[in-house]
């Protein structure tokens, strides 16, 4: 799934937090207590739910995997670029740096079975 162009984004109501665009282009604008439909550019009434949680999809903003916190609390995020990552690895107080590149992570992904779904 494709991100939200800059028209589609000024769409956004304040309170949503993700979106799904489904095939026929329409936009589905969700928060954990409601959610709206963008159909042609034009949003539709909103629908408050209680009692249950919206299961979210995409987040509005990017994903930034320097915020990420990675399971092995010795491993965090040092550096990106347009083709790799470099993480650091503290091995009792000796950083050690390695990097990854795309080739790497996809191939990582593939073998864990990772499909565009799961990005979504």
């Known amino acids: ?3 939200l162009t800059e028209e589609e984004l000024k769409l956004a109501p304040d309170w949503a937090t993700h979106y799904f665009k489904d095939d026929d282009g329409d936009i589905l604008f969700e928060s954990t207590n409601g959610y709206q439909w963008a159909v042609g550019l034009k949003l ?4 408050v739910v209680r009692g249950y949680s919206v299961k979210l999809s ?6 930034e995997i320097s915020r990420y916190q990675f399971s092995d609390k010795d491993i965090r995020f040092s550096n990106l670029c347009n083709s790799k990552m470099e993480l650091a690895l503290d ?17 990582i992904a593939k073998t864990l079975g990772i499909t565009a779904k799961d990005l979504t």
């Open 1 to 3: 799934m494709r991100d």
């Open 44 to 47: 539709k009434k909103r629908v």
């Open 58 to 63: 995409k987040p509005i903003k990017p994903f």
């Open 91 to 107: 091995d009792c107080g000796i950083e050690h740096y390695f990097t990854l590149h795309k080739n790497d992570a996809i191939a």
